[in-house]
């Protein structure tokens, strides 16, 4: 096959017949993923550029196949790997689990060819094309354009540009992309370059020599076609029908190693449904999630709508002649012929009643690959397989798989198998199609936390706890699931990634009997502090080697800070105390605190003397005091009175896990009304405020140091239930980012989060399973998702992280940690959650009981 680029100079493309062409990158914003609102709004920047076009225009959706050492390098992206060794060794290991996947991209392109307006530009097109052609028959290489044709073709496409980029971003192609472009189509899913906005292209023979302050296309590897395979018969007599069924490209490729063979089967779509509608015609879109590599491309020739209206005008006279053709036969006029008349009637009744609405004449090419001869028919009979139930039709042309080769590639005109197959649609029924939508997900660069899953192609999750807040964004972090889902695992991992990657502090509240966050605090890296609030020695059934080790007394544990231990520890006095603001019991807490706080030996018991002394003169003092000594007899307050116990060292911990399984708190019902809050114990008044005073701790480490600060509140109630704690947590969430700290919660409900307005600026949302279809519905609905779609109901229901698959086992533990996630852009995806892979935490994060049966 002739090669029809000649040159390449930026976005320009020089073609051997004389023609110019122009490239272009999209990045749409919405995904197809998406539903209600941002599904629309998807469909409508569509039809707005569907609108826009004139002329023959090319759209091309391609995949890559993004190698390890890719993502890798976004892991590793602004981290200096000699001061963090650590991350250094869990990014390592991730390299090693994605050796073992099959990852891939998508990019979209946009090209189309520039034609000029005047005589003169369509004389310089025959001149370069007479050229080309001398050239050729002399052995010449390809002359490089003038950089008279280079300016007068880069004003022609920046006017283009215009045009187009109103509904849908683009930026101009590079001169890398375009030799990527065209170096990966004979090798498509076997040794493929890379797709890099750099001066060179990875595993190709491909070059770009620098001169004249422009790229000039060098060397493009020589490429052998064989339709239908013909060389892999050998010497053998083969039957000459065989080749009937061969409908595929073999592509044979020089390399260094030796020859690379690529088998690539093309289709073109011959028939569509005559009626559109959205969603649900949106293939295109499945196309790119159809669990293997598809490139697909959309040949345009767009029409006025005065050219479509007398086009049609002209097929209407035709179709209703027929009428008379059919008057003598006793069977009438067939059925299909009425219904043509229908559809043009209809079409033109849409092209009278806007101006705006012009025809499209679309011709959809679509190839799958693979590196034997079987997988690549076996995928292209599921890709035409796939489609069958909603009247798509896909064909595989005998004697055409070159020109749909071709077809799929830019510079080169629409072939004629393409042209015979094409459809008339109007731009708003061509939009239906979706042919691009975003198909980013997750942060530019971050750790590896898991791979997305929608429609059985992989790609990377990458996440960075800091992304948010860097980026003039709100942060924090929300997980919610039923029991089971895996919550405590994903915050979990994210404590990981706040150690590993940013050698940040983490807070964390663990409400579990077994400890489950003491393992992991000691399998990561540096100091590590667990905090038991109730004696171990109080249950039989704790640990052996657990005790209570330190104390949580404010005034002491922020010793020297006294605006900080006189805030905290009255906010904590006051809760546990339940003690009105305007009252003289409160005044007193306050006199006592100021007397006490920023002594050398101010305590908790230090204010119990000081209340007493205050006590013989003031009555409110006196009863404080009785209180105060009433409660320190009960033992579940030796964390805040004892004084063998030394304070937690908020400054030296790098991570801190609070053990408050045995503190009760109050529930629903003793909260809902003052009658019966007046009725609650005192230990669970006690539960309630030290919950508050860890909060508060939480906020003092996070957001009084350089160091980025987590704090992770699982089973976010506990916290979110009282107005304090709910104050502090939306104080992490509003403020956080210009202190470098964030939250993140995990609880079973959106409800648990707290008031709207924090539940609305929590940014990376997860929804777990749910088999309650209401709770379900609550879920889509925080999530940003439509609750009425019934496929992302079928999804949290019995899609995500299923119980009884039909795997059994084996793939239950395979499915564990999916979730519908909701990222920085506000885009939806399903992943599945990794762990981080470092060192013992992969067994650590696991919380699943093991029951011992005698």
């Not at 980029?165 to 992309?177: F, N, S, Y």
Request: glycine share 10%; with cysteine.
């Amino acid at each position: 096959m002739e090669n029809q680029i000649q040159d390449i100079s930026g976005n320009l493309v020089f073609c051997a017949d004389g023609s110019v062409w122009a490239v272009w990158r999209a990045h749409p914003r919405e995904s197809a993923r998406s539903t209600g609102k941002q599904l629309h709004e998807l469909y409508n920047c569509t039809v707005t550029f569907m609108k826009s076009l004139r002329g023959e225009v090319m759209l091309a959706s391609l995949c890559e196949q993004v190698q390890p050492h890719a993502i890798i390098r976004r892991c590793l992206g602004g981290i200096d790997l000699d001061e963090n060794p650590h991350w250094a060794e869990t990014v390592h290991n991730a390299w090693d689990q994605l050796d073992d996947l099959d990852v891939l991209g998508r990019s979209y392109w946009i090209a189309k060819p520039l034609a000029g307006t005047g005589w003169r530009d369509g004389g310089r097109a025959l001149l370069r094309a007479a050229g080309a052609a001398l050239n050729a028959g002399l052995g010449l290489p390809p002359r490089p354009a003038s950089p008279q044709a280079v300016a007068e073709a880069q004003a022609l496409a920046r006017v283009i540009e215009h045009e187009l980029g109103g509904a849908i971003p683009l930026r101009p192609a590079t001169e890398a992309e375009l030799l990527w472009w065209l170096c990966r189509a004979p090798v498509r899913g076997v040794r493929e370059p890379q797709l890099e906005r750099a001066s060179t292209v990875h595993n190709t023979g491909a070059t770009l020599s620098r001169g004249r302050s422009r790229a000039r296309l060098v060397t493009l590897r020589g490429t052998v076609f064989d339709e239908g395979g013909r060389s892999d018969e050998g010497k053998r007599f083969g039957n000459p029908l065989r080749a009937l069924n061969k409908r595929f490209l073999k592509c044979v490729t020089p390399d260094d190693d030796g020859l690379v063979v690529s088998y690539q089967a093309n289709l073109v779509l011959a028939e569509m449904p005559r009626a559109f509608t959205c969603p649900g015609h949106e293939i295109l879109s499945r196309l790119a999630n159809i669990g293997f590599g598809v490139d697909y491309a959309l040949r345009i020739a767009a029409k006025t709508n005065d050219e479509a209206r007398a086009a049609n005008r002209r097929r209407t006279r035709d179709l209703m002649s027929q009428d008379d053709e059919h008057g003598g036969d006793t069977a009438g006029v067939p059925a299909d012929v009425h219904s043509a008349q229908e559809e043009i009637q209809h079409k033109n009744a849409r092209l009278g009643a806007s101006t705006t609405e012009i025809e499209l004449e679309v011709g959809v090419v679509a190839c799958v690959w693979g590196e034997t001869a079987d997988e690549c028919d076996a995928r292209a009979k599921t890709l035409r397989q796939m489609f069958l139930g909603g009247e798509y039709k896909w064909e595989r042309p005998l004697g055409g798989q070159k020109q749909l080769y071709q077809a799929l590639l830019p510079g080169y005109r629409t072939p004629l198998v393409v042209r015979e197959c094409s459809q008339n649609l109007l731009a708003s029924d061509c939009a239906m199609l979706l042919p691009m939508s975003s198909a980013e997900f997750g942060d530019p660069s971050g750790a590896l936390f898991g791979m997305v899953l929608d429609g059985g192609a992989i790609t990377p999750f990458l996440f960075d706890p800091t992304y948010g807040p860097t980026h003039d964004s709100s942060g924090g972090v929300a997980v919610i699931g039923e029991l089971g889902s895996g919550k405590s695992v994903v915050l979990k991992n994210l404590a990981a990634v706040v150690r590993l990657m940013l050698d940040g502090r983490v807070i964390a509240i663990d409400r579990t009997r077994s400890r489950e966050w003491a393992p992991v605090a000691k399998a990561l890296p540096g100091n590590c502090q667990v905090v038991d609030i109730i004696d171990p020695t109080l249950d039989s059934e704790r640990a052996a080697d657990t005790e209570l080790r330190h104390s949580c007394d404010p005034l002491r544990v922020f010793h020297g800070e006294t605006k900080s231990s006189t805030g905290i520890a009255e906010t904590f006095f006051a809760s546990w105390l339940d003690l009105e603001s305007n009252s003289a019991e409160r005044d007193a807490l306050g006199r006592a605190l100021d007397q006490v706080s920023g002594s050398p030996t101010a305590s908790s018991n230090a204010l119990i003397d000081v209340l007493t002394d205050h006590g013989t003169t003031d009555p409110a003092s006196r009863g404080l005091a009785d209180r105060l000594r009433r409660l320190r007899r009960d033992p579940i307050t030796r964390p805040i009175f004892d004084p063998e116990l030394a304070p937690v060292d908020v400054l030296a911990a790098d991570m801190v896990v609070f053990c408050t399984n045995e503190v009760p708190l109050p529930n629903t019902l003793e909260m809902s009304n003052e009658r019966m809050a007046a009725r609650i114990p005192p230990r669970k008044l006690f539960g309630r405020a030290f919950h508050l005073l860890i909060a508060a701790i939480a906020k003092e480490i996070c957001f009084g140091t350089e160091r980025w600060g987590q704090f992770i509140c699982d089973e976010a109630y506990n916290v979110t239930g009282t107005p304090e704690g709910q104050q502090i947590a939306l104080e992490f969430v509003r403020d956080g980012r210009k202190h470098g700290a964030d939250a993140a919660f995990g609880s079973h409900s959106e409800s648990d989060l707290g008031d709207e307005v924090l539940r609305g600026l929590i940014a990376v949302r997860m929804l777990g399973r749910h088999r309650d279809s209401g709770l379900a519905r609550h879920g889509l609905a925080w999530l940003g998702v439509d609750p009425g779609d019934t496929r992302y109901q079928e999804i949290v229901t019995k899609d995500l992280s299923p119980l009884n698959p039909a795997g059994g086992d084996e793939e239950r533990r395979a499915r564990a940690g999916e979730f519908l996630v909701r990222d920085h852009a506000g885009r939806v995806g399903k992943v599945k959650i990794l762990t981080q892979p470092y060192r013992t935490l992969p067994q650590a994060v696991l919380t699943t009981p093991t029951v011992r049966r005698p």
